[in-house]
C-alpha cells in the first residue's frame, strides 16, 4: 500500500521555484499569473505502518522552512492548481534518490518493486486566470506531455477530489516473445518492416539482410542453434542499430560523385577516409603526440610524461528536440561516458557546452509538434546544468548561435575533457584488449524502455510519429558513483577493457567489444531491468542510461562484484567474449539471436551519392551612406549572436576542482568573453590545457568551403590569442547536416551533399596547412523536420574545438585592456569580406530582406595565418602583450569595444592606421569579419620590440587605450565614426539575454 507526502515552504520563505513561474508565464506566455507557491509530491510505494511513515516524512522535509504531512497539506487561497508527474517508465530522478533515503531510515535495501515516485504542486493565483490559461501554462511551460501528466484543479474541485496514492509503475504482465521476422515478402512489405520497426533501413539494406540469413553457410549455423531460417526480431533490430546513420555513418563513409561549378568530376571514396583520417594521417607524419584518434570513444593526446589528454565532444539533437531537458541532460552525462569508456578509463577534468536555437523572441507560427525556441533554450540548458553540477565537473567553453532554421531541430553540443595516466599496471593505458573467455559485465543504471531506437530515431527526420521512448533522462548521481567505483578499479587492475552504452544500448557496446576477441556469447535474461515487461529485442538495445560495459579478467570478476556491492552500484555478469566469429544473444535458455561479426560490421551495403556544386546567388543589402556608427554597433553588440550569454552562463559552475587559469569570463567585472579558456590539469603545476572553439553556420549559406576554413581558423587563433600555440594543438569536427542525400523528400540533395563535400577538402586543407589533427569528431545528417507538414532545414554547421598544451599558464594573455596609455595595435589584414557578417545580417533585417546579406564571404590564407600564429607566440613568450583578443561576430568595432569593456577603459582608434587592402570604406574597416586578426595592446616601453618582432608582418599601431571609459574611432576622412560611452555598451551588450 503506498502512501503520500506533501512537502511546501512555511508562510514566509520565499519561493524561488515559484517565482521562476510568473516571470516565465508573464514574459513568455502573456498570462496573468499572480503569484505561485510550490510544493513537492512523493508518492512511497512501500507498505509501512504508520510510525515508518513519520519517520520517512520527517527526513524529506526541512523543519526549519519547510511543513509536510501524510496525505493532503493544507493549501492557502488560490485560483488553480496543476499538479505535474512522471509517466510510468520515465527515469525520476529524484525519486531515485529518494529511494536512497527510504532505505537508509528503514536500514535495509528496498524491494524491485518498491520505489518513491515525485510529482510538482503549483498553486497559483490570478483573478483573470481562467483554466484554459492554466492548461496552457502546463503545456507550455510546466511538463511535456510526451513524458509527464499533467492535472488542472480549481480550489472547489481540489477540495472534493480524494488523496492520490497511486503510482506511476509499469506493472505489465507481459510474456517475453521473440517474433520471427519474414524477409521473403515483396519490396513493399520489406519497407513496411522498416517502417513499422523505425529501423530506418532502406531497400538495399533490407535486401542485405535477407540474402545474408538465406546463405546455405548462415541456414547450416542457424540450424545448429536452434534458430529458424528466418531472422528474430532480436536480430533485425540489432542489425539496424548497427546499420544506423547514427553509429555507421554511412553518408561519411559513402562514394560520392562530386562536379564542381566548373563542370570537373571526381569520385570520393568515403569523406571521412579521404579528408578527416586523411589530413590527420599527413599531419602525424611530423608529429609524434598524437596517442589514439578515431578508434575509441574520445580522441587521446599526449600531455606530459605523466598523463594522457582525452576530448569528445557529441551531439544531442533530436531527444533535445522532443525533450529538451531529458536530452541535454543525458548528453552531458552520455559525453561523459565517452572519456569513461577510452582506453582504460579517464578521470573526469571538464565540460563544455554549446547551443544552436531559434530566437528566444521569436513570434512567428510554430509547425504543431513543436515547441518554442525559448522553451527549449531553458529546458536545454538546465539539463546541462544539472547534468554538470550534480556530476561535479566545471563548465569551461559554453556558446549559443540563433537562427530560425534551427527552430525545427535544436543543436546541442556537449563534450568533455578526461586525464588518464600514460601507464596502468605497467601497460599504456589506451590500449585495448580482450581475450576469449573474459567475463561481460555491465555495471550502472538498470534497463528500461528509455532510449529504444535512440540511435535509428536519430538516424531520419524528426516527424510527428516520432517515438516517445528515444527520450532519455540522464541520472548524473547514479553515474557519478559509477564513475567513482569505476576509477577505483581501474586503478585495481580488475578489468581489461571498457566502454560504454550509448547508441544502441548493449547491441552496440558489445558488439564493438567482440571485435576485439572475435565474437561473443550474451544472456539477457539476468540482465537487471527497472520493471517488468521488457522484450528481449528491447533489453538489448535500450540506451537506459548511466551503464557501462566490461570485459572483466575471470580470475578477478568476483573481486571485481565485491567491490562493486560495496559502493553500491549494479553490476552483473552476461556472458563471456569468444573467438567464434559470431555475435550470439540468449534469453530464458535459448539462442534468440547469431549474427556473424563479419556482417554485422562490415555487410552494410555502401551508399551511393551524387553531388554537384552551383555557387548561391545571394544579394546583398543596401549599404547606408557614411555617418556616426555608434548607434550599429550598439545594435550589433545587441544582437543574438553577438551579445552577452553571461546570464544563463552562471547557473552553471565553472569552478569546482579549482583548476581554472583564464575563465570563461575575464576583465575587471568578470563579464568579458574570452577568446579561450585555460585550466591546469592537475594541482602544483605550471603546465595546463586550453580549449576554444570556432562555428557560424550564417557563412554556410556564401559557401562551405570558406565557412569550415573560418570556424578552424576562429578556433585556432583563439587558442593563439590567449597564448597557446601552433605544433601542440589538436581539433575536433563536428558535423551537423540537414538530409544530403538527393531523394523525393530532399529534392536540392546535390546541392547539399557538394556543400558537405565543400567543407571536407576545407578541413583536410586548413588542418594540414596548420599542422593541427583532428583527433576525434561525430556527423550528425538528418537535421530536418517535418512536424507540422512543414520541412525545416538547419543551415549546414560545423563546430570546430581546439584544444591545446600550456607548458607555462603563467604567460596567458586576456582580451581586455589593462592600462591607460598602452598602445594598441592591429594585427592582420582586413578586407572588403562582409558576406553575412553580423553588420550584413544587421541591414538586411532593417532593410526587410533577412535572408539578403550576401557579398565575399571571409577567407583563410593558411600560409600567411600560419607565420602571422607563430609570430604571435614569440611575442607571448616574450612578454610584450599586455592584452590580445582576436575579432569576431562584428569584426573590428566589436573587438574593440568589448578589449575596452573588459578593462573598464576608453580607447582612441585611427581607421586610417589599420592593416587593410586598399580602397576599403569605414564600414568595411569597421565590420568586415575577416580572418586571422588581433587586437592587442603592448606597454609603450615595448612597443619598438613588438614592431620589430612584427616586421614584414600586417601589423601597425593603430591608437591607445585611454583613463576616459569611451571608444572613439576616427574614420579615414578623420571624422569620428565612433564615440560610445563604454557603459553603454556594457548595457547594450548585457541587456538582451539578461534574465532570460
Known sequence: MSFRIEIGLKRGVRDPRGDGVVSKARSFLRLPVGSCRTRDVYKVDLDLPARDQRKVQKAFADPVIARSALGRLPAASFAWMIEVGFKPGVTDNVGRTAQVVVADVLDRELGVHEGVYTSVQYFL???????????????????????????????????????????????????????????SGSDEALMKI?????????????????????SPEVQKARSESGLGSQPTDVELECLAQTWSEHCKHKIFSGIIRYVDENGREETIDSLFKTFIRGSTEEITKKIDWLVSVFSDNAGVIKFNEHYNISYKVETHNSPSALDPYGGAITGIVGVNRDPMGTGMGCELVCNSWGYCLGSPFYDGHLPEGLMHPRRIRDGVHHGVIDGGNQSGIPWVRGFERFDDRFIGKPLVYCGTVGRIPRLLQDRPSERKEIMPGDAIVMCGGRIGKDGIHGATFSSEELRQESPAQAVQIGDPITQRKMYEFLMEARDLGLFRAITDNGAGGLSSSLGEMSRLSGGADLDLTHAPLKYDGLQPWEILLSEAQERMSLAVFP??????????????????????????????????????????????????????????WTPPQIAAPKRPRRGDRTRVLEKILGSLNACSKEYKSRIYDGEVKGLSVVKPFVGVFSDAPSDATIMRVEHGTHEGIVLAEGINPFFSDLDTYHMMASVIDEAVRRIISVGGKLGQMAGLDNFCWPDPVLSEKTPDGLYKMAQLVRANKALYDLTVAYGVPAISGKDSMKNDSVRGGRKISIPPTVLFSTIAKMDDVRKAVTMDFKKPGDVVYVIGLTRDEMGASEYYRLLAAGQGNAADYGGAAPQVDAEKAKALYETMSKATDAGLLRSSHTPTLGGLAAAFALAAMGGNLGAEIRLADVPADAGLSDDELLFSESNSRFVVTCAPE?????????????????????????????????????????????????KTLYGI
Not at 571608444?967 to 565612433?978: A, E, Y
Open 125 to 183: 493565483t490570478g483573478h483573470e486566470l481562467t483554466r484554459e490559461d492554466a492548461s496552457r501554462l502546463g503545456r507550455d511551460l510546466l511538463a511535456n506531455e510526451l513524458i509527464q501528466t499533467i492535472r488542472v484543479f480549481s480550489p472547489e474541485e481540489w477540495a472534493v477530489e480524494p488523496v492520490d496514492n497511486t503510482v506511476p509503475v509499469i506493472r505489465e504482465k507481459t510474456e517475453p516473445v521473440v517474433k520471427t521476422m519474414d524477409l
Open 194 to 214: 522498416s517502417r513499422d520497426g523505425i529501423l530506418s533501413l532502406s531497400l538495399e539494406e533490407m535486401h542485405a539482410i535477407r540474402d545474408y540469413f538465406r
Open 555 to 612: 580470475e578477478k570478476l568476483d573481486e571485481f562484484m565485491a567491490l562493486a556491492k560495496r559502493r553500491d552500484v549494479e553490476a552483473v555478469a552476461l556472458g563471456q567474449f569468444t573467438d567464434s566469429g559470431a555475435f550470439v544473444v540468449r534469453y530464458a535458455g535459448k539462442i534468440v539471436a547469431r549474427i556473424d561479426m563479419e556482417f554485422l560490421h562490415e555487410g552494410c551495403p555502401r551508399l551511393h551519392m551524387e553531388a554537384r
Open 942 to 990: 615595448k612597443a619598438g620590440e613588438l614592431e620589430a618582432l612584427f616586421q614584414g608582418r600586417p601589423c601597425a599601431r593603430v591608437g591607445s587605450v585611454a583613463q576616459e571609459p569611451r571608444l572613439k574611432v576616427h574614420g579615414l576622412q578623420g571624422t569620428t565614426v565612433l564615440n560610445g560611452d563604454i557603459a553603454d555598451l556594457r548595457k547594450a551588450f548585457k
